[in-house]
């Protein structure tokens, strides 16, 4: 098992950057898969990024492709998502998880989540 600790998350005006960070405890997170995912109030769980264990393959929700940019420190056991030109609809709670694809069923642990609220 894993366990995944999410932070960066805060307010921050529209057309602004925030940087997520997904620390995993085990050294075998080089050889997850990984996903950030968002939710917003009252709407469902959605994927927003995706890397491979080695960094080599990422892909992108349409809504984020072009702003956002998912990366990983393997060394540091560490997962990244660099979202720029953050819009009040990335308001959600963004959550890690190891999985691959764009489905929450692929994935199998989750972390706790952190808030990102963008203001218009």
């Known amino acids: 098992q894993v366990q995944l600790v999410e932070s960066g998350g805060g307010l921050v005006q529209a057309g602004g950057s925030l940087r997520l960070s997904c620390a995993a405890s085990?050294?075998?997170?080089?050889?997850?898969?990984m996903g950030w995912f968002r939710q917003a109030p009252g709407k469902e769980r959605e994927f927003v990024a995706a890397?491979?264990?080695?960094?080599?393959?990422?892909y992108y929700a349409d809504s984020v492709k072009g702003r956002f940019t998912v990366s990983r420190d393997n060394a540091k056991n560490t997962l990244y998502l660099q979202m720029n030109s953050l819009k009040p609809e990335d308001t959600a709670i963004y959550y890690c998880a190891v999985g691959a694809g764009r489905l929450v069923r692929y994935y199998d642990y989750w972390g706790q989540g952190t808030q990102v609220t963008v203001s218009s």
């Open positions: 890397i491979n264990w080695s960094g080599g393959t990422t």
């Open positions: 085990r050294r075998t997170f080089s050889t997850y898969d």
